[in-house]
């Protein structure tokens, strides 16, 4: 054991002032910390690694991590050119990130949010579940290996607060007599269900064959430890009920929709249905599509929210005058505003102003562009940064480490690479070609003003010294991001790019311009020097001959 003489003077304050603050003080310095913060500071100390990294700090963490709004994208190829997965995250003051989110892959698609944890579904033999924050993952075998018609739709993730535990449940769809291997058809009769830490998936026989299609045409989602879908009820008003599996009991239980029949718009066509998370409640949301356009939306948008489950309590939360053409899910709303889609290829927030659940979309707001992407894709959950951790589950015997290729490293991905590639060596020449022009902008200075007292005119002189000083092209610094960007910062990125190979041609004609008529002035004042030289024996021809030949040194530099 060292003692406290040999110990290093700075070691023994540091020791010291960690000793004397109470841990209570600590951890609530520690709240108010982003986690890629709290994770440098576990290597400060011991004491700082076993609050930061202890089961108590993270589940209160957890409680005060802000919220964010995650867009996803998955990869889709537009016009046959793929464009990989992405994600953007919005915080609570509605400002969008900048750097792609590393655990997501470029064939990623994503299953469910929940509690800082993503659940992704690739396109291989695993699941992937990763720390949004972290970066920490791991791949679990999937409950059937080559299932066609498998969809990343029929996968969900969720946690339940009184057991502690992750579930992932996944609709199984029924298997067709004659196929040679599970198929997947438009109904489903099992759940299978992973707990986190476990061995292997169980399967969990549901109340009767239900319908596949509507999970893929309504989502799913999981709040509070339950699982809620909807399924069809054609004896019901809206013809449909909504389904629940709670992931504690694993057991199934029906809840009917509002009595009261949605409003029909006259030159509407059929009607869709949505069930969604808002402000942590179960939502139903219900619009009718454009006959002739049946993806886009007319009419009214209504929400009702389940305001008692237990006594299968519906109220109807908003009944938006002017319907989104497309809805995000499987969340609509974050913080106060409401998330909607146009079919402009933009996404917009509104706030929701109104009496009486009649509600007006107010204060438009446009977020992104999320073109090329397809509106109808795009997945919004409210996700949250945490310490959760996953090294406890990677010993169980369903975790596996992918054995082909996966993510950037596959071919069809070169092309991706190479643009980025292309745009960051563009991005290098631009920078070089400034610092040169700079220096060189420099050097006229320099010269010009060396070869100034030799200009007898003083009108001549006091404008060219007015000149000079437009003869300093202004290149502001723009660092590098070192970390990869998300698609909306990478198409901003070479608009920057494109701007500023503008900027860069317009200062440098500008003050080759300047320069060259400064030397035009110079050398017709040195020139109207030298002939009067003839008649004025106070001025020194060798000098003049002197200032005429630096002059023309400038010409070949400045006028290429």
Not at 84 to 103: F, N, Q, R
Not at 302 to 315: D, M, Y
Not at 448 to 463: A, G, K, V, W, Y
């Amino acid at each position: 054991m060292v003692s406290e003489e040999i110990k290093p003077k700075k070691q023994r304050d540091e020791e010291c002032i960690i000793n004397c603050l109470p841990g209570e003080l600590i951890e609530r310095i520690f709240f108010k910390l982003p986690v890629s913060t709290l994770l440098r500071c576990t290597g400060v100390c011991e004491q700082w690694h076993k609050i930061i990294r202890g089961p108590q700090f993270v589940t209160s963490h957890l409680q005060h991590a802000p919220h964010y709004a995650l867009l996803f994208f998955p990869q889709e190829s537009v016009s046959g050119e793929p464009h990989p997965a992405d994600a953007i995250l919005i915080d609570e003051a509605w400002s969008l990130s900048t750097y792609a989110v590393p655990v997501i892959g470029p064939d990623d698609f994503l299953c469910g949010s929940c509690n800082g944890l993503l659940c992704l579904y690739t396109k291989s033999s695993t699941l992937k579940i990763a720390n949004l924050a972290t970066g920490e993952f791991l791949h679990l075998e999937k409950p059937v290996k080559n299932l066609r018609g498998d969809h990343f739709l029929f996968y969900n993730f969720g946690f339940h607060p009184l057991t502690k535990e992750y579930k992932i449940t996944h609709f199984l769809g029924d298997s067709i007599e004659g196929r040679p291997r599970p198929h997947n058809n438009n109904r489903f009769s099992v759940v299978q269900v992973y707990t986190l830490g476990d061995e292997k998936w169980r399967d969990i026989k549901t109340p009767e064959a239900l319908s596949l299609n509507c999970v893929k045409n309504s989502g799913a989602v999981t709040i509070d430890g339950t699982l809620y879908w909807l399924i069809e009820d054609v004896v019901a008003s809206w013809q449909h009920a909504v389904m629940t599996f709670d992931l504690c009991g694993e057991s199934f239980a029906q809840i009917q929709l509002p009595a009261t029949k949605p409003d029909d718009f006259a030159a509407g066509g059929s009607r869709r249905y949505w069930i969604r998370e808002m402000d942590g409640k179960v939502c139903v949301a219900t619009a009718q599509t454009c006959p002739s356009l049946p993806r886009w939306l007319v009419g009214k948008l209504q929400i009702w929210e389940l305001e008692n489950k237990t006594e299968q309590r519906w109220i109807q939360k908003y009944n938006i005058q002017y319907s989104p053409d497309y809805i995000p899910g499987p969340n609509l709303v974050h913080g106060d505003k409401i998330i909607l889609q146009r079919c402009d290829g933009n996404l917009y927030s509104y706030e929701l102003l109104g009496e009486n659940f009649n509600t007006e979309l107010c204060k438009m707001a446009k977020l992104l562009d999320f073109s090329p992407h397809k509106p109808d894709n795009m997945q919004s959950y409210i996700c949250v940064k945490s310490l959760v951790r996953l090294d406890v589950y990677k010993k169980t015997a369903i975790v596996r480490r992918p054995k082909q290729r996966e993510g950037w490293e596959l071919k069809k991905w070169e092309a991706w690479e190479h643009e980025l590639s292309e745009n960051e060596r563009m991005w290098s020449d631009t920078h070089r070609d400034e610092h040169k022009e700079t220096a060189r902008a420099q050097r006229y200075r320099m010269m010009i003003n060396n070869l100034l007292p030799h200009i007898l005119d003083d009108t001549i002189r006091q404008e060219i010294s007015m000149n000079i000083n437009q003869i300093s092209p202004n290149f502001p610094d723009q660092p590098r991001p070192i970390r990869r960007l998300n698609w909306v910062a990478q198409k901003q990125d070479l608009q920057n790019l494109n701007a500023r190979m503008k900027k860069y041609n317009t200062i440098m004609k500008a003050t080759d311009e300047v320069t060259s008529s400064i030397i035009s002035m110079m050398g017709g004042a040195i020139e109207d020097q030298k002939r009067a030289s003839s008649s004025n024996a106070g001025i020194s021809s060798h000098n003049l001959s002197e200032a005429d030949d630096d002059v023309k040194t400038l010409i070949p530099e400045s006028l290429p």
